[in-house]
């Protein structure tokens, strides 16, 4: 039964994470890894995971990918266009994986872990329950748990940070000014601030490019990789 | 089904999300990448605390999900930054540091 | 009042007035800076005063005073305190000093009243004062030094006064250069001492020179020799002694009040000063003594025969207070203390009033001093003229002036110790006859004669003031702002102050012989007897000797007066040119007149021995060392490695994300081979 379901999920696993690498269009992609995280979830509850398996699914599938998806359509999930300057990056990144997965293997084979060849240990019926795992986080790693929950509140303020909305306002916006933000020149703050497309800094040395080189604005799918492409747009 | 079957899985999967995080240009599908690397190293661990019959690799890989999801909620984020103020979606027009 | 406390109070007036006047320079407005300056001089004079008389209140024994303030360093087993040495010596150095100092700051009151840089010329002038002042009251060898070189840089301060003359302070670098040569010799010549005494005090030297160098002692005298000869190089470069004695013409380009305190009364004796002062080790190695006799011989007739052939003014006082001086390291050298300090304080008086009459006479000429260019000034100066005719007078050595008895003691004393300083005696009285000439040379040739325009203008009450002011050495136009003299000249004619100062110096000149006529009155030699009570065997010539000499030193005296009349005078007054006689004795002379006018090409020779070997050796060291070495392989190799490191390492910095990716990954990739092949 348990070499039946690891031979159907562990291939596909393997092949749906090959397909999120090798698909072109962004949203083929993320439902490939939907597929993927379900297997191996699979494969989480085959090594008595039970837990981990549900919070698999839901944290991965239900909420990350439904993220993705969203930014995904918001975004506009134009295909992601090879080639480039990292042409050869291809070549290299096939060699490189395949040394990774070979050195991988080689050590695993030659670990001399005498338990890889087999079952591992016997386990009792609760082992991964939640009630264990509840119990290990609240007495041994105590600390780490707070720790990645303050990391989960700084990543959420992070993305609220950096999702929003400051000071410059897009054409043709409306702004609502603060009291504040009378004594600062419009823009400031804002990320097209930051990037040099207003409020142009003092002093600072103006890396454009003559127009001629500049590759056309928007859509940012030129071949030539220039080091101020974002600044005017 | 034995423990070294888990870590060949887990060792592929790796591979494959190396390669593309190197190959990817559109950042939304680097993160996708990163996930499977996420991933694989969570079946990893799942299959050592097999082996050793005990639970802290499970508590290692219920951090990695929650590293996985701040690290989504952080890219993403940025993604949606990068769009919002019409910069090109693509790492390879975000070299503002290079050397 | 003790000596040593008014000693203290000697030293810290003047350096109260150069702070006072340095400081406040803005303050001062008109001759407020002058009074300042006269004042505070004037009130360590008065000083000095006491301390002599303090002095005199103790018994013979116990006449040398030390006075230590605190520890100035108390290192190695060596103990250097800030420390006064208050005896007949130093007393008598200070009544020179500040007395003179006290009569040329008056002078410089009004000489210098147009000079835009007058609180700075008085500041200067103060500071030097208070350096030469703890010069000669230094108790130890640091202090010494210290003062030593403090008077250095006033001289090269002053030297350089009018700091937009290239020509002043290319001169004020010269000095201060030599000087400093002077300096480091005097240094070494100290620690090579300290390094066999133990000790920087001089009383406590001079207790232990006998055991340490003498018969017995725990060093040679070798040793003794060796580090009062490198004295001695600090002694010839401050009295401008053979052969580092070319920066005292050359010296000339400062205001005339500088040349007559420090380049002619004071500075320039500190060598003297400094022998007398360490007499007790010169007894000790008769080689020094006779090296330093030697050169004061060798000095005094190479400046006579150079003051025979030169056309400036100041340049022929300076030449002869070279040769002057050479008279007192001569006498000192040889043990003829008492006289050498006699001559050093007569020469202090005649010479300074020499060199302010030769202000008064070049401020007549608007600037100029080129004897060439003056004559006939008799009537129109009549004040300035006396001043010339006292102070020639007693330079050549003329009884009754003051030079006379101080000249002639120290050539009968040497006399009187025989042998070898026979020559040094011969040689003396050849200098003076070549002192007689060239003083009278110089005297006939401005006064005797036609007037010259500015003499006539003078005459009808008028001061000649030049249209377009110009360096008197070489003819560059200048104005007359701060840096560069001003606009108005003083003479002493017009000027109450300048006829008080050299009025003073005019008695002092005819009446400084008092302080030493021979067996009738000798002040001084009793003064100063404590200090020297401990020379070995002190000359006392005989009378017929004294008297012989006296008659030698005048008859040469009036012999160099009446052959420089013959030459100059006669045919002046028949209305020759100046410049036609000179052009008829140079033709006679040819060979000697180059060798005189080119002053022995002793600037040349130290040019081609040192100065053109040092820039070389540093042309070399720059174009090869310093170009291809340090600049080219050091610099440019550590630049050239750091700029082609960052060039490659730049590179990795593509700002692709996904290539550092690749990067990381390989790295874990190497990492995982290096620990399976390692396991």
Redo the contacts between chains.
Sequence with gaps: MNEALFFFAGPIAVLTALGVVVLRNPFYAVLSLVVHLLSLSLLFLLLYAPFLAVIQVMVYVGAVMVLYVFVNAYVGGADDAGGGPGRPLRWLAGLISIGVAATFGIALLGSGLTAIDSDGAEVGADFGSPGQIGELLLTKFLLPFELASFLLLVAAVGAVVLARRRGGTLPGETRMIAALDLLAPTGTGSMREGIGAINPVPGAVNTKLPSGTRPDGGTASGGTASRDGGEDR | MDIGWYLAVSAIVFAIGAAGVITRRNPLLVLLCLELMLGASSLALLAFAKMHGNLDGHVFALVVIVVAAAEVAVGLGIVVALYRNKVAVDVDELRELHG | MSPTAAGWIVLALPLFGALALGLGFRLWRGPVAGIIGTATIGGSFLFSVLALIGLQGKDEQHRQIASSLWDYAKVGGVDVRMEILVDPLSVTMLLVVTGVSTLIHLYSMAYMRGDEGYSRFFAYLNFFVFSMLLLVLAGNFVLLIVGWAFVGAASYMLVSFWYRRTTATSAGIKAFVINVVGDIGLVLGAILLLSKTGTVDFLDTFAVAKETFGEGGTASTGSLTAGLLLIMVGAFAKSAQLPLHTWLPDAMEGPTPVSSLIHAATMVTAGVYLIARLHPLFQLSETAMAVGACIGLATLLVAGTIGLTQTDLKRVIAYSTMSQIGYMIMGVSAGAYVAGMFHLATHAFFKALLFMAAGSLIAAMAGEQSLDKMGGFRRAMPFTFAAFVIGGLALAGIPPFSGFFSKDEILAVLAEEGGWHWILVVGGYVGAFLTAVYTWRMIFRAFWGPPVPEAKELEEGHLHHADVHRNPGTGEIEDTDVGFPGPEHHIAERALPMRIAMGGLAVLAVLGGLLGIPKVLTPLEHFLEPTFADVAHPAHPGTGLILGGMAVGTLLGLAGIYVAYLIWARPLERGEPATAISAGWQQRFAPIHKLFVNKWWFDELIDLLIVRPTRAIGRLSHDAFERLVVGGALMGGATGATRGASAL???????????Y??VV??G??VV??V??VA?
């Design positions: 390492v730049r590179r990795a910095q593509s700002g692709f994300l996904r290539s990716a690749a990954l390989s874990l990739v995982l081979v620990v399976l396991s």
